[in-house]
């Protein structure tokens, strides 16, 4: 009987929980593949260090989008890979899975889930929903008949769920997410400035001197790009401001989908909400002053949650532990 282990598939990031141990690997979830033979070059660190520098052989790719698999194959290479680094420190065959899926993906995109993970060398798969284990991960007390609602802000998707008595009684899910920002970081350094930047400095743009909320501005940064009107390289000062500026709009978007959330969750739990606060998960959690902005605009009090990165495996990992044989919360399918 191979060991039970967790798994976080994220747009990017993938996280490993194996039982007894907790979260063994952290990694993005990006895979450079030789383009002619589609063999696999790199995954995790190493091939996101490549993003946006690799020569015309290579391709460095995120198999998934928006929370769901674009690339089966891709997916199920580096799964494969990651199985194979967990399995060198623990002398275990083929695992037992337990994986997250998005609330409210497809009969379609569920299945691709499980079939990846099969297809990387499981022995068998059971699927959790994403909101509950993040839920679980933050501390919150889903069992219990009291409302609570959590925000997971990922790579792809932005994903806010109420939750009672164990269960999901309405979510939303929203395609706008920390990798838009970036997006919306390198349309206005083009557009502002001229300048063309890549992702992996947007991204550290975001992360260094992004914020939300003008108390929490957080100084300049010096990066390099090119110059669009000589095609030479540049190099300029951006300000906090500015981020902030580039990010507005998507950060706007997330906002109102919490506040439509709240607008149509039932008016007792709402009520139980503003009583318990709304928790903040993922990566994008850790967006500066976005605590202190979802509370002046919906008038909750907004906690992030302990290491929001960490949540969803921490919560796959509490129910691997902690339940016996797992047979009455989640189904294995195997192969
Ligand atoms: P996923 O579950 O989709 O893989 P994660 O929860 O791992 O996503 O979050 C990844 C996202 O969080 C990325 O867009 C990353 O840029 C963003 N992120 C990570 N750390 C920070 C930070 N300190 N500030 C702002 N955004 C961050
Ligand atoms: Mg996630």
Do not use: W
């Given at each position: 009987m191979g060991k039970s282990i967790g798994i976080d598939?994220?747009?990017a990031n993938t996280l490993v929980y194996v039982k007894g141990k907790g979260i063994v690997l952290r990694e993005p979830s990006v895979v450079a593949v030789?383009?002619?033979?589609?063999?696999?070059v790199a995954v995790g660190n190493e091939a996101k260090l490549m993003l946006g520098k690799t020569?015309?052989?290579i391709t460095a790719m995120r198999p998934l989008k928006d929370g769901v698999i674009a690339e089966f194959d891709v997916t199920a290479a580096m799964l494969h890979h990651f199985f194979n680094r967990v399995a060198g420190n623990t002398l275990f065959s083929r695992p037992r899975v337990i994986i997250c899926i998005p609330y409210g993906v497809t009969e379609v995109e569920k299945r691709a889930v499980q079939d990846v993970t099969l297809e990387a060398g499981a022995q068998s798969v059971a699927l959790i929903e994403e909101p509950i284990a993040a839920a679980i991960g933050a501390g919150?007390?889903?069992?219990?008949a009291q409302g609570s609602m959590i925000v997971d802000i990922g790579g792809g998707t932005t994903e806010v769920a109420v939750m009672s008595l164990g269960g999901i009684v309405l979510s939303t899910s929203l395609r706008s997410a920390g990798d838009e920002l970036d997006e919306a970081i390198i349309a206005y350094m083009k557009r502002k400035h001229n300048i063309l930047i890549g992702e992996m400095t947007a991204e550290m743009l975001k992360k260094n001197?992004?914020?939300?909320?003008?108390?929490s501005d957080r100084g300049n940064m010096v990066i390099r790009g090119r110059?669009?009107?000589?095609?030479l390289p540049a190099t300029i000062s951006v300000t906090s401001a500015e981020i902030r500026e580039a990010m507005s709009e998507e950060i706007s978007h997330i906002i109102d989908c919490i506040r439509t959330t709240l607008e149509n969750t039932p008016p007792e739990l709402a009520s139980d909400i503003y009583d318990n606060g709304i928790m903040l998960a993922g990566?994008?959690?850790?967006?500066?002053?976005l605590d202190m902005l979802i509370s002046r605009v919906t008038g909750i009090r907004t906690t992030i949650a302990k290491s929001p990165l960490d949540c969803v495996a921490v919560g796959i990992g509490h129910v691997i532990e902690s339940v016996g044989d797992m047979s009455g919360i989640v189904t294995f399918r195997s192969r």
């Amino acid at each position: 009987m191979g060991k039970s282990i967790g798994i976080d598939l994220g747009t990017a990031n993938t996280l490993v929980y194996v039982k007894g141990k907790g979260i063994v690997l952290r990694e993005p979830s990006v895979v450079a593949v030789e383009a002619r033979s589609r063999r696999v070059v790199a995954v995790g660190n190493e091939a996101k260090l490549m993003l946006g520098k690799t020569p015309g052989s290579i391709t460095a790719m995120r198999p998934l989008k928006d929370g769901v698999i674009a690339e089966f194959d891709v997916t199920a290479a580096m799964l494969h890979h990651f199985f194979n680094r967990v399995a060198g420190n623990t002398l275990f065959s083929r695992p037992r899975v337990i994986i997250c899926i998005p609330y409210g993906v497809t009969e379609v995109e569920k299945r691709a889930v499980q079939d990846v993970t099969l297809e990387a060398g499981a022995q068998s798969v059971a699927l959790i929903e994403e909101p509950i284990a993040a839920a679980i991960g933050a501390g919150l007390k889903v069992a219990n008949a009291q409302g609570s609602m959590i925000v997971d802000i990922g790579g792809g998707t932005t994903e806010v769920a109420v939750m009672s008595l164990g269960g999901i009684v309405l979510s939303t899910s929203l395609r706008s997410a920390g990798d838009e920002l970036d997006e919306a970081i390198i349309a206005y350094m083009k557009r502002k400035h001229n300048i063309l930047i890549g992702e992996m400095t947007a991204e550290m743009l975001k992360k260094n001197i992004g914020s939300v909320y003008p108390q929490s501005d957080r100084g300049n940064m010096v990066i390099r790009g090119r110059n669009l009107l000589n095609g030479l390289p540049a190099t300029i000062s951006v300000t906090s401001a500015e981020i902030r500026e580039a990010m507005s709009e998507e950060i706007s978007h997330i906002i109102d989908c919490i506040r439509t959330t709240l607008e149509n969750t039932p008016p007792e739990l709402a009520s139980d909400i503003y009583d318990n606060g709304i928790m903040l998960a993922g990566g994008g959690a850790l967006l500066s002053g976005l605590d202190m902005l979802i509370s002046r605009v919906t008038g909750i009090r907004t906690t992030i949650a302990k290491s929001p990165l960490d949540c969803v495996a921490v919560g796959i990992g509490h129910v691997i532990e902690s339940v016996g044989d797992m047979s009455g919360i989640v189904t294995f399918r195997s192969r």
